[in-house]
């Protein structure tokens, strides 16, 4: 079981949270204009790195926000956690 | 290749079992071959089988990171079904499992095939609907699956706690008498010495860093650690590491990674006689020939490449098996792993083209892949060799995503695979 | 039964508690402190079990959980047998029952053993090449004979009394392993007043210091250093010592989980629990675990009799227990030269045989032949004598080529054997550690970390005594966060070996039958096979041919097959690989796992403030999601059938009262309400006027059906929204996730009421007559206070938000009251609506009702890949919004072709019939199979009020085949339904205006 450092609340285990997937997907301002290949896309293409990962995580049984974490998927080690809206200080590997 | 027989196995044992041969080779890799296949899995080894025996394609390697099986062939829980709602599910299993009931003979290895039935529980009225929806379209696709009732449920397995006083109590089932289990490691292994036996090189320990391509976008070969090998055509099959291998084509992959957990009891006489699958509670168990308990557990929610996941997975799983079958408190855990599963948005898997030329997928597979080995590698061969899908795996497409025609078996029926 | 094989004096047993149990029936005494196997030996009982695959006699190998042979079941009483339990590590109590298994008739006489003489064919993998003809005897014959074949004990077949508990606990450091390393580690942690658990899967904590009595720690005995110790924890209140406690498994973040075993070593468990699960999260994780001996790979090493040679130690020195009277120790290290002086002072026989050259042994030789002890250097061990007792041993010089010379038989009743050592590294490499192969110890060792822990000991291939302590106390003193180090002086642990796969031997190798994996029958034979089968790493020989699989998990036997894969190789260790280990490092019961989690522990049941009232009368009940809700309100002696009927008909005729508090209610509020609403649903909020409700539907981005409910608008920014039942925290989570991560610029708050608002639904044409006396400040009158509006005021004094809504097409009054007011309000309610025969109703007849009137349920007409049109609600669409979640998928080239399954009624030839839910439907039942599918059944009902059968159904472009008729399947067989519109009754709606 992870432990997960909330920003608003500090270290709780893992089961307190939910993981909401790829962070930093930004839902299209006017969707209406996307293709259907642009649409799906958005919709279901998402980063799958063998590395460090930028996801979304809430807490749900907690103090209920989302925020957002980098984790290096081999080692299930997390770099970081920042509030939603803000950018990481380090880099993932997005490429896959 | 030496045939495995009753005789050769006899005259074998009085000679200290000297005359055995490999049962496949370890070739270096060749500079060129007509088909690449990445990834030495079920899927994998079956594909080249199939293109060796169905289309007389022999010049073909299945290249393989580690060691052939090692993925999740040989971390699942066996469990071999057809019993899909959708058409072209129901088409996709039902053609494994045909091609499952003549396997062993087939390939001239025991793959252990044991169509022991399986039984999916169903806890609500929700779930009774859901079932009979599956059962009735089930039958009109010619495949097997009847209702029984919560007595009969406990007639097909005994040990099952049908009380009324159970958290979610058993309303009745849904049994799939073809169902069942089989070795999945005597399938990757049976695949792999029948497609040697026909030339086809496997090369493990080769992992492929790089996907070549041409001035027009092509692929043409694949960079791996064991040097350059060029291709015809290239067929990927690498699991829950498809979206790693597809990025070195610059493609972007529908796909998830996620840990999937399974575990093992000690072993113990027989006890258990059937499969018992209850996706409300999320309990699915067998027993091996072996005696152990067979439990499958479900994926931890973020992705992962690491092949381990959280104790509560595991634990919540057992909390079902126990709710379900009270005596096996007293039993013991034995083993435990994890898989890496690669998960598609419909959770249906995606075989076929790529928009790449020359470089085909078959991935996607979820936690479901097992039972669709040898049907999966059949059609998968047939897209390889043809360069257009099989009937069965055309529904199948990168393009569904687009279009809008997802085949989503667990929204359907909240099934998990 | 005396003890003849117990020593005068020496052990740590008390010899004033005598204990008594039974083994296969017959009485075996013993003392407490004794573990089975310790008594068993005492009474000179070896033969305790048959192998796995060929029934072979088996004996007791090791002292520890390493052991792989000696597995009983234990009846501890009713309820109470388990099977597999480790002779080794089950304590004695008067009382118990032990069985050895796998065999029949009897242990002594088993028929099974015929699969010895048949090995030369039930070699590695041959299962794997015949029993394929004819093709259906591997269900029917092969199949069911492999499998009563294997398995070990019976499984139990009874439930379980006894219970098991679950505890988390936090410590800064976790100290795993109480042998000298692990003491002390746990001192220097606790010393700096960290809050310490240190965990010991033995019953007294002190690991090899409990046998080893003739060292020394720092000038006094180790024994006295030891109490010492464990007086000076116990003394600490920061520190949690956890005996009969195994650390199973390491997980992400130090998540470390730990089995603690409670009662088994009780006569009487009372009322505590049997096992208890630990789930640690630890700062720092100290791994202390220690090392496990290697057996020596020779013919027939499987005999009873034939131990570990520490093990011999551990017998003599620990339980005072001589496990023979002439005992040969075999070994290609030094330290069984200490289990052979310490036999010997024991007054026992004692020849030593060592592979090495006598130059290869080193000094300590002197001081066992000044013992009396017979040695023989540069032999091997051809094999061993005797089947269900080992009767001797016998030995050829060999040189360094491997020749052997002259065969010369020692007799004796036990053999101790080592091949060296294994550090304990199972834990570390479930943290994902990397392990480093060191050649000078020839062994695995811990490498680089990934996780908070560091290994101390000879869990990390430190042998000696003093290096141990002085490692340990660092590691504890690092993990606490302290520089302060102490240094230990200690007696000198002679520990070189050399490392040996098989005992060289000049017998015919397909012959030799030698085992490297005792539980699991296999042999260094069979490995041979596997690897010239092409079976080359060592994850791949492991499954050919099972070694390392069994329940001890190859504690005993992986290096002897990593070596013996590499050695047929001719390659090194590490290139061959080595396992990665998982969870659990011993097993572990289900009900550990489980602890409490069962019945309504496995998951919440929630119930409304009016469950009490539903049960007394009698209802019906159902699970809906975690909710129980009353399913329908049976008289005596009716049917569900006839209750539906009633309760039905009464509605429509008269009122009835229905319990909706588990729909789920969210507070929305804010000055952007109204905008953010307009942005989930398909519907536009924007204009709806306070005190009016709208029905409102979401989809998931993807342009299916999310949930439904009926919104209301309680004031300009204000809306209070209803949701499914099953979908209140889904709907929740997906306006928080939109809110917080799309739209963090919206002024919105949410707030889930669920809990906080019971909901008394009152429907029927006399539902305004019954609650009208009971509301105040509200004017009930048609004009004042139409269909789908909302008003607050006061029922029975108490506050309520009043909706006049309907799901059953009815006038209707869904009464919202807090929830410690439902019931009273509900009683009143029930008590007004006496006079106009007012009728309790259920889950069944809403959902009758409903479908009278085409009304669709979110989960049941829908599943996940419906889109509003398919229901018919496409008109709901704002057309003026330019986009809504889901908005965009509606337009996909696949969401909007032709051929999609759209919403209609069906109506049976025959009335009486009602369909399955979950039917399909076909145009021409008479079509071969696979017949073309066009629909299914969504539900079906027998309608009192319609007064026949009904059904709604997804149909492929239904809407166009009204009045066509279509085929369903039934038990029986087809039967045919014409389509028709979804709405049966009232298709105006003049009944919900009333």
């Known amino acids: 079981m992870l432990l997960i450092a909330c920003p608003h609340c500090g270290n709780r285990p893992e089961t307190e949270f939910r993981c909401g997937g790829q962070a930093h997907i930004a839902r299209p301002a006017d969707p209406a204009a996307l293709s259907d290949a642009q649409w799906a896309e958005h919709l279901f293409v998402r980063a799958n790195p063998r590395g460090v990962h930028a996801e979304r995580w809430c807490h749900a049984h907690g103090c209920g926000r989302w925020f957002n974490a980098l984790r290096d998927t081999v080692s299930d080690r997390f770099l970081e956690t920042y509030p939603t809206g803000a950018q990481p200080t380090q880099t993932s590997d997005a490429r896959a | 290749m030496r045939r495995f027989s009753l005789s050769s196995l006899l005259s074998e044992s009085l000679k200290g079992h000297r005359g055995w041969g490999r049962q496949w080779r370890d070739p270096q890799p060749k500079p060129a071959y007509d088909v690449v296949i990445v990834g030495g899995g079920g899927h994998g080894l079956a594909t080249a089988y199939y293109l060796a025996t169905v289309h007389g394609i022999t010049n073909v390697a299945v290249v393989e990171k580690g060691w052939i099986g090692g993925g999740n062939t040989g971390r699942n829980t066996t469990i071999i079904r057809s019993n899909y709602l959708y058409d072209e599910s129901a088409a996709l299993y039902e053609h494994a499992l045909k091609l499952w009931?003549?396997?062993?003979?087939?390939?001239?290895?025991?793959?252990?095939?044991?169509?022991?039935?399986?039984?999916?529980?169903a806890h609500t009225l929700h779930d009774v609907q859901s079932f009979k929806r599956h059962i009735y379209a089930n039958r009109l696709n010619g495949i097997d699956n009847e209702w029984l009732t919560k007595e009969q449920c406990k007639d097909f397995c005994p040990p099952l706690e049908i009380a009324g006083s159970l958290r979610y109590p058993?309303?009745?089932?849904?049994?799939?008498?073809?169902?069942?289990?089989?070795?999945?490691?005597?399938?990757?292994?049976?695949?792999?010495?029948?497609?040697?036996?026909?030339?086809?090189?496997?090369?493990?320990?080769?992992?492929?860093?790089?996907?070549?391509?041409?001035?027009?976008?092509?692929?043409?070969?694949v960079e791996t650690t064991r040097g350059f090998i060029k291709a015809g055509r290239i067929g990927v099959v690498a699991a829950g590491h498809t979206s790693t291998v597809m990025a070195m084509a610059d493609l972007r992959m529908p796909l998830e990674s996620y840990p999937l957990q399974a575990l093992v009891s000690e072993p113990v006489k027989p006890v258990f006689p059937c499969v018992v699958m209850s996706n409300a509670v999320h309990a699915y168990i067998s027993q091996s020939d072996k005696?152990?308990?067979?439990?499958?557990?479900?994926?931890?929610?973020?992705?992962?490449?690491?092949?381990?996941?959280?104790?509560?997975?595991?634990?919540?799983?057992?909390?079902?098996?126990?709710?379900?079958?009270?005596?096996?408190?007293?039993?013991?855990?034995?083993?435990?792993?994890?898989?890496?599963?690669?998960?598609?948005?419909?959770?249906?898997?995606?075989?076929?083209?790529?928009?790449?030329?020359?470089?085909?997928?078959?991935?996607?597979?979820?936690?479901?892949?097992?039972?669709?080995?040898?049907?999966?590698?059949?059609?998968?061969?047939?897209?390889?060799?043809?360069?257009?899908?099989?009937?069965?795996?055309?529904?199948f497409t990168l393009d569904r995503f687009r279009t809008g025609r997802l085949i989503d078996e667990a929204a359907a029926a909240a099934v998990a695979h | 039964m005396a003890q003849p094989f117990r020593l005068s004096r020496g052990g740590r047993i008390d010899r004033t508690r005598p204990v008594r149990f039974t083994f296969n029936g017959r009485t075996v005494d013993g003392f407490h402190g004794d573990s089975v196997a310790s008594a068993l030996l005492a009474n000179g009982i070896h033969l305790v079990g048959r192998s796995f695959k060929y029934h072979r006699p088996r004996g007791i190998l090791s002292h520890g959980s390493d052991e792989p042979s000696a597995l009983l079941s234990v009846d501890r009483g009713p309820g109470r047998v388990d099977p597999n339990n480790r002779a080794s590590v089950v304590e004695v109590r008067d009382g118990l029952a032990t069985h050895s298994q796998n065999h029949w008739p009897s242990l002594e006489h088993d028929v099974g053993a015929i699969n010895d003489l048949l090995s030369p064919v039930f070699v590695a993998g041959f299962y794997y090449k015949t029993f394929m003809w004819p093709k259906k005897f591997w269900d029917q014959v092969y199949e069911p004979v492999i499998r009563a074949a294997a398995g070990l004990g019976k499984a139990p077949s009874v439930p379980d009394p006894d219970r098991y508990a679950n505890r988390h606990a936090h410590c800064d450091v976790l100290v795993v392993g109480a042998g000298p390393a692990g003491l002390a580690a746990a001192l220097a942690a606790a010393r700096t007043g960290r809050r310490v658990i240190l965990a010991d899967e033995g019953p007294e904590p002190g690991g090899t210091l409990l046998h080893d009595t003739s060292a020394e720690i720092d000038g006094r005995p180790a024994a006295q250093w030891l109490e010492a110790a464990l007086v000076e924890l116990d003394s600490r209140e920061n520190v949690i010592l956890l005996s009969r406690t195994t650390a199973f498994g390491y997980y992400n973040h130090n998540h470390v989980a730990l089995a603690e075993r409670i009662t088994d070593h009780l006569p009487n468990p009372g009322t505590a629990p049997r096992e208890r699960l630990w789930q640690v999260r630890a700062g720092k994780v100290v791994l202390a675990t220690g090392a496990h001996e290697r057996p020596l790979v020779f013919a027939d090493n499987d005999r009873p009799g034939i131990l570990l040679a520490e093990s011999v130690r551990v017998f003599l020195n620990r339980y005072g227990v001589a496990p023979g009277r002439r005992i040969v120790f075999a070994t290609s290290g030094v330290s069984a030269y200490a289990a052979a002086l310490d036999a010997r002072a024991a007054g026992l026989a004692v020849t030593l045989v060592d592979l090495r050259s006598e130059d290869e042994c080193g000094p300590e030789l002197a001081s066992l032949r000044a013992a009396g002890i017979e040695v023989l250097t540069g032999h091997t061990v051809i094999g061993a004598k005797g089947a269900k007792r080992v009767t001797g041993l016998v030995v050829a010089p060999v040189d360094r080529a491997g020749r052997c010379g002259a065969h010369h038989l020692i007799p004796c009743d036990c053999v101790g054997m080592s091949g060296g050592w294994t550090p304990a590294v199972h834990l570390f490499s479930q943290s994902r550690g990397k392990l480093d192969y060191n050649a000078a110890i020839d062994a695995f060792v811990p490498g680089t970390s990934v996780q908070g822990e560091r290994s101390a000991g000879a869990a990390k291939g430190t042998y000696d005594l003093a290096a141990c302590l002085t490692e340990g106390d660092a590691a504890g003193a690092a993990a606490a966060g302290s520089a302060e180090r102490r240094r230990f002086t200690a007696s000198p642990t002679p520990t070189g070996f050399r490392p040996v796969r098989a005992m060289p031997t000049d017998a015919d190798p397909t012959k030799v039958r030698a085992f490297v994996d005792f539980q699991n029958d296999v042999t260094a034979k069979d490995i041979g096979l596997a690897v010239r089968e092409g079976f080359r790493s060592i994850e791949h020989v492991k499954r050919y041919t099972t070694t390392g699989m069994a329940t001890d998990q190859g504690k005993t036997s992986n290096m002897n097959a990593l070596g013996l894969v590499a050695g047929q190789l001719d390659t090194t260790l590490p290139s061959v690989g080595t396992t990665t280990f998982r969870p659990p490092y011993t097993p572990v019961t289900f009900g550990t796992l489980v602890g409490p989690a069962r019945h309504a522990l496995f998951d919440p049941i929630r119930t409304?403030?009016?469950?009490?009232?539903?049960?007394?009368?009698?209802?019906?009940?159902?699970?809906?999601?975690?909710?129980?809700?009353?399913?329908?309100?049976?008289?005596?002696?009716?049917?569900?059938?006839?209750?539906?009927?009633?309760?039905?008909?009464?509605?429509?005729?008269?009122?009835?009262?229905?319990?909706?508090?588990?729909?789920?209610?969210?507070?929305?509020?804010?000055?952007?309400?109204?905008?953010?609403?307009?942005?989930?649903?398909?519907?536009?909020?924007?204009?709806?006027?306070?005190?009016?409700?709208?029905?409102?539907?979401?989809?998931?981005?993807?342009?299916?059906?999310?949930?439904?409910?009926?919104?209301?608008?309680?004031?300009?920014?204000?809306?209070?929204?209803?949701?499914?039942?099953?979908?209140?925290?889904?709907?929740?989570?997906?306006?928080?996730?939109?809110?917080?991560?799309?739209?963090p610029d919206l002024r919105v708050f949410l707030t889930s009421t669920t809990e906080q608002w019971a909901v008394i639904a009152v429907q029927g044409p006399k539902a305004r007559a019954v609650i009208s006396a009971l509301v105040e400040g509200i004017d009930l009158s048609p004009a004042?206070?139409?269909?789908?509006?909302?008003?607050?005021?006061?029922?029975?004094?108490?506050?309520?938000?009043?909706?006049?809504?309907?799901?059953?097409?009815?006038?209707?009054?869904?009464?919202?009251?807090?929830?410690?007011?439902?019931?009273?309000?509900?009683?009143?309610?029930?008590?007004?609506?006496?006079?106009?025969g007012i009728t309790p109703y259920g889950t069944e007849t809403m959902h009758v009702l409903r479908a009278e009137k085409g009304y669709i349920i979110v989960g049941q007409e829908t599943d996940g890949t419906v889109t509003p049109d398919d229901v018919g609600l496409s008109g709901m669409i704002a057309k003026a919004k330019k986009d809504f979640v889901g908005k965009r998928s509606l337009a996909r080239p696949d969401v909007v072709a032709p051929g999609r399954k759209q919403l209609v009624g069906l109506v049976t030839d025959d009335p009486a019939l009602v369909l399955d839910e979950g039917a399909q439907l076909v145009a021409d039942p008479d079509q071969p199979i696979p017949m073309r599918m066009l629909g299914h059944v969504t539900s079906s009902y027998g309608s009192a009020n319609c007064g026949r059968s009904i059904a709604l159904a997804l149909?492929?472009?239904?809407?166009?085949?009204?009045?066509?008729?279509?085929?369903?399947?039934?038990?029986?067989?087809?039967?045919?339904?014409?389509?028709?519109?979804?709405?049966?009754?009232?298709?105006?709606?003049?009944?919900?205006?009333?």
Not at chain 2, 101 to 121: H, K
Not at chain 3, 796 to 804: E, H, I, M, N
Not at chain 3, 811 to 816: A, K, P, S, T, W
Request: net charge neutral.
């Open chain 2, 101 to 121: 009931e003549g396997l062993s003979q087939e390939l001239n290895y025991n793959v252990m095939f044991s169509q022991r039935g399986v039984l999916m529980l």
């Open chain 2, 170 to 221: 058993v309303l009745g089932g849904a049994l799939q008498r073809r169902a069942g289990t089989a070795r999945h490691d005597a399938v990757a292994w049976g695949y792999a010495r029948g497609a040697n036996a026909r030339g086809v090189d496997i090369i493990q320990n080769c992992a492929v860093t790089g996907i070549r391509r041409d001035a027009a976008g092509a692929a043409i070969g």
């Open chain 2, 291 to 395: 005696g152990e308990l067979v439990i499958g557990a479900g994926t931890d929610q973020y992705t992962s490449y690491s092949q381990q996941g959280g104790l509560h997975i595991t634990t919540h799983t057992l909390d079902a098996i126990c709710e379900l079958f009270p005596q096996f408190t007293r039993m013991r855990m034995l083993r435990s792993w994890g898989g890496i599963v690669d998960v598609t948005p419909d959770r249906s898997p995606i075989i076929g083209k790529t928009p790449v030329n020359n470089l085909f997928v078959n991935c996607g597979w979820g936690t479901g892949g097992f039972k669709a080995t040898p049907g999966s590698g059949h059609v998968f061969a047939h897209t390889l060799a043809t360069g257009e899908p099989h009937p069965i795996n055309a529904p």
């Open chain 3, 608 to 743: 409304t403030p009016i469950h009490a009232w539903a049960e007394a009368r009698g209802a019906a009940f159902e699970n809906v999601a975690l909710w129980r809700r009353a399913w329908y309100f049976p008289k005596p002696g009716e049917s569900m059938h006839d209750a539906v009927a009633r309760e039905c008909k009464a509605v429509r005729e008269g009122v009835g009262i229905f319990d909706a508090s588990t729909l789920g209610k969210i507070e929305v509020v804010g000055p952007d309400a109204a905008e953010f609403m307009n942005r989930l649903y398909i519907n536009p909020w924007l204009k709806l006027e306070v005190g009016r409700c709208r029905y409102g539907l979401m989809l998931k981005e993807d342009g299916y059906i999310l949930d439904d409910g009926v919104v209301a608008r309680v004031a300009p920014d204000r809306f209070h929204v209803t949701t499914t039942t099953g979908g209140a925290a889904r709907v929740l989570a997906h306006m928080e996730d939109y809110l917080q991560t799309e739209w």
């Open chain 3, 784 to 836: 004042a206070f139409p269909h789908m509006a909302m008003r607050t005021g006061t029922i029975c004094g108490v506050p309520t938000r009043l909706f006049r809504v309907s799901f059953t097409g009815e006038l209707g009054f869904e009464i919202n009251v807090p929830s410690d007011h439902a019931l009273a309000v509900w009683e009143a309610v029930h008590a007004a609506g006496e006079p106009f």
């Open chain 3, 955 to 994: 149909v492929a472009d239904g809407r166009a085949r009204l009045g066509g008729h279509l085929h369903a399947t039934t038990p029986e067989g087809f039967a045919r339904v014409t389509v028709v519109d979804p709405v049966f009754l009232d298709p105006t709606g003049e009944r919900i205006h009333a």
